[in-house]
């Protein structure tokens, strides 16, 4: 089955910094890689997505870059702003319509 | 459109007693899930459902109940409380299943028991 582990877990940054996030993964079949985004008390929601037939995939300040060989995919956050504050979690399928997520990565802008 | 709704938003039970959470889309989606997150922790799936009347058990099931005899709505039923099910609980549903396919998510139900 997949497994998903996700790193660093916390993470500071100056506003305006860049920010990266890893996930791995272990089944070389998987195929679609989202990131989900989830505010202080609030639902996770999708802020980019990945299939395995790119390589990277940019939307304004939000990358995600996919390495099938080493299995491992990451996003990258540029000039990021205190709004950008928040819980990050990968995630990859686990066979048929299931996902395993990782454990998320606590990003903290500050100003 | 509503999406993905949930009730109760918050919840105490005590150990041993049972209750039920509600999930409704109105987005006509085939796909429902159950999440529970655990603090510091990722989503782990409960039971999902492909279509009314269809379910099956996701990674961490036990404890746990689903039904699915509408599209709309997906209710979660914890019989017999136990201080391990304290968490917060997500429901997610897709048009579809598997890769690309976006999960939309209810806003949560924090559940204490105690």
């Known amino acids: 089955g997949e497994n998903v582990e996700q790193h660093p877990s916390t993470l500071s940054v100056q506003e305006g910094d860049s920010a990266v996030i890893k996930c791995t993964y272990s089944d070389s079949a998987s195929n679609y890689f989202p990131w989900y985004k989830q505010e202080l008390g609030k639902r996770p929601q999708l802020i980019i997505d990945?299939?395995?037939?790119?390589g990277e995939k940019k939307d304004q300040r939000i990358a995600v870059t996919l390495n099938k060989t080493a299995k491992h995919f990451s996003l990258h956050i540029t000039e990021t702003q205190p709004e950008d504050s928040a819980v990050y979690f990968c995630a990859a399928p686990a066979g048929g319509n299931q996902f395993y997520f990782g454990t998320g990565t606590s990003l903290t802008v500050i100003p | 459109n509503a999406g993905v709704t949930q009730t109760p938003k918050f919840r105490i039970l005590k150990i041993g007693q049972s209750m039920t959470l509600q999930c409704t889309q109105d987005?006509?989606?085939?796909?429902m899930y159950w999440y529970r997150q655990d603090p510091g922790m990722g989503l782990k799936l409960i039971y999902y459902?492909?279509?009314?009347?269809?379910?099956d058990k996701g990674e961490v099931p036990n404890g746990y109940n689903v039904s699915r005899s509408t599209t709309e709505d997906f209710p979660l039923r914890l019989e017999l409380a136990a201080p391990s099910q304290t968490s917060v609980y997500f429901c997610a549903s897709s048009y579809a299943g598997g890769a690309g396919e976006t999960q939309y998510f209810g806003p949560g139900t924090r559940l204490l028991v105690l």
């Open positions: 459902s492909v279509g009314a009347g269809i379910t």
């Open positions: 990945i299939r395995s037939n790119v």
């Open positions: 987005m006509n989606h085939n796909y």
